[in-house]
């Protein structure tokens, strides 16, 4: 078959009308789409195969082992391996409750705070030099912050306060260093794109700089800062390693900040390898963690909520 000439003006024209049909940029959004579409699939089967296969293993505790659910959010003794096994897991869920709302206590006005100075007190030096630093803390690993929580937090307890220095407030102290980027960086981003005119406006008013930061600022932008500080705590709840180095992992429920606790990733992590797949004792501890992914979705659910306050 004769192929036709490069310059053959009707085999020119084809060409140029192919291109035309078939134009660059409209391939080009049609791989986009197909792309983000794959990525977002891949994502909502991701989580959807977590979500059921936690699911499944943890209702298996109530389904085929005969635990109660009230038995094992209420009950206070953890013995899965005695003559007769008891699953009270409410000394963890304690544990994990107190420590995260102590170390959002401690963190959150940390946290404010740096976020004002950064930026509405000195809004250079915050960009240039303080918030990277902050920063830099998200990107430490879990075991130097739980190193140095034995190494130096745990002393000065137990210098300070009767005891050993190991327990909750060890722990929360370690978990406010951890969750501390997050609710700075959301803090600064939510004072950052506060419009100017409000401000202006306070200013033209009479008012002074910190009467305009604590009566305008600070109540215009709290959906946003509580929005951080929810996600600290999302953070914290769901921390192991390093809570699990300075609490001291006693299941019961301490009388004090300074008896040794223990909280639920800390019990998983610990008991997990030393159970039988299947066995009642690893069920429980699968029941544990749908605990968990229950609470991060509570945790998201608050998050949405004050988005949706922001927003109004």
Not at 51 to 76: A, E, M, Q, W
Not at 225 to 246: D, I, K, N
């Amino acid at each position: 078959m004769e192929r036709p000439a490069a310059n053959d003006k009707h085999f020119v024209q084809t060409a140029n009308r192919a291109r035309k049909v078939v134009k660059p940029h409209l391939v080009e959004e049609w791989v986009g789409k197909v792309y983000t579409t794959l990525c977002i699939l891949v994502l909502v089967v991701t989580i959807g195969a977590i979500v059921y296969f936690v699911s499944s293993r943890g209702l298996t505790t109530f389904f085929s082992d005969g635990i109660s659910l009230s038995g094992l959010l209420s009950g206070l003794k953890w013995d899965p391996e005695g003559d007769i096994p008891l699953y009270g897991a409410l000394p963890f869920i304690f544990g994990s409750f107190s420590t995260s709302l102590l170390a959002a206590l401690i963190a959150a006005p940390l946290g404010v705070c740096a976020a004002v100075f950064m930026t509405q007190i000195m809004p250079g030096i915050g960009k240039r030099i303080l918030q990277p630093v902050i920063e830099l803390l998200a990107g430490i690993p879990s075991v130097v912050f739980g190193f140095v929580g034995l190494s130096v937090v745990v002393p000065a307890l137990r210098a300070i306060f009767p005891g050993q220095g190991i327990g909750i407030a060890a722990g929360a102290i370690v978990l406010s260093l951890m969750i501390l980027p997050t609710i700075t960086t959301i803090a600064t981003d939510a004072l950052s794109g506060l419009s100017a005119g409000l401000k202006e406006a306070s200013y033209a008013l009479g008012a002074t700089r910190w009467q305009t930061i604590y009566r305008i600022v600070i109540p215009t932008t709290l959906p946003s800062l509580l929005t951080g500080v929810v996600l600290g705590m999302s953070r914290a709840f769901g921390e192991a390693l390093a809570v699990q180095m300075v609490i001291g992992n006693s299941p019961h429920i301490p009388h004090s900040l300074f008896q040794s606790a223990s909280t639920l990733t800390s019990v998983i992590t610990l008991d997990m390898g030393n159970t039988v797949m299947g066995s009642a004792h690893n069920n429980a501890l699968w029941s544990l963690a749908l605990i968990l992914l229950a609470m991060t979705f509570v945790f998201v659910f608050v998050v949405r909520f004050l988005e949706r306050r922001k927003n109004r």
